[in-house]
């Protein structure tokens, strides 16, 4: 039925009314010369008639229920997914969905780093000993020369600092000479404080730099993570293919006209 209709029997119906109905002393409505069949005057709650009173021209196309609406994510780019877990590992399993195979290469890097870690602080501190046990038994000056590798190495191969030059001056290299007076000096009690002396240090160095092997797995963990992170996508975009189409979302109801059910509404939207 259209509005026009529906208008038109509306004001049909209150021109009836106006001429069919008159209000009578005690406040009732009555018919025109009949007092015996009266109608009730609606009462008002608010002035506001009741509800059930009115039909809302809203409600003639309704549906029965919420309509229930199933989404979908839209795809994943490899790419990115790449870009992510070379930077983080894991982190690009976290963008493709797939935190539970990402989350070890989290815990890879932080076991990594916590080895890398450990192999700093230990390696300095025999490198520290070595160090205090030269002052000691040698009266080596530590203080200044932290950086100077060199020294240190040069201490662990010679008896004293006499030693040392003489060698330096035999084979012209003048300008690898060590003077004393500016606190380059040293001079072992015995060959076996030397020897145990060298051994510390080449502990310390070794262990130091095995730090580059740690290095080496960081990078490769970086590597194998933005890898397998384009996989995880891939796998994510292919369940989102057998999901249904991704980036779309349906909903379903039904269309009323007053109390008779006239068809069923479909809705698919594209998300973008």
């Known amino acids: 039925m259209t509005f026009q209709k529906i208008a038109v029997m509306v004001f049909a ?10 209000q009578g002393s005690g406040g009732d409505f009555r018919l025109k010369g009949d007092s015996k069949n009266s109608i009730t005057k609606p009462t008002l709650k608010n002035n506001v008639f009741p509800q059930k009173n009115f039909l809302s021209l ?8 919420k309509p229930k609406t199933k989404s979908f994510g839209s795809k994943k780019s490899p790419g990115l997914a790449f870009i992510y877990g070379l930077l983080v590992p894991g982190m690009g399993h976290v963008y493709a969905d797939r935190f539970k195979s990402g989350k070890y290469f989290m ?18 501190w025999l490198l520290d000993d070595a160090y ?14 932290e950086r100077d590798d060199k020294f240190f190495v040069d201490i662990g191969n010679y008896s004293n600092v006499d ?103 479909l809705n698919l939207i594209k998300q973008f």
């Open 58 to 65: 809203a409600d003639t196309v309704e549906p029965v229920d």
């Open 107 to 124: 815990i890879s890097e932080a076991a990594i780093w916590l080895t890398y870690a450990a192999f700093s602080i230990y390696g300095n």
């Open 13 to 22: 119906v209150l021109m009836f009314s106006g001429s069919a109905f008159s």
């Open 163 to 265: 030693e040392y030059n003489n060698e330096m001056l035999r084979f012209g290299e003048y300008d690898k000479l060590y003077y004393p007076e500016l606190g380059y000096g040293f001079r072992w009690n015995s060959d076996e404080e030397r020897r145990l002396y060298r051994s510390d240090k080449l502990a310390a160095d070794r262990t130091l730099t095995d730090r580059l092997f740690v290095v080496g797995a960081v990078l490769i963990n970086h590597l194998v993570s933005g890898i397998s992170a384009v996989f995880a996508a891939n796998g994510y975009n292919d369940d989102l293919k057998q999901k249904g189409s991704g980036g779309f979302s349906l909903s379903a109801g039904v269309q009323k006209h007053f109390n008779r059910i006239d068809g069923i509404k």
């Open 132 to 145: 205090d046990y030269a002052s000691v038994h040698a009266g080596v000056t530590v203080s200044g020369k």
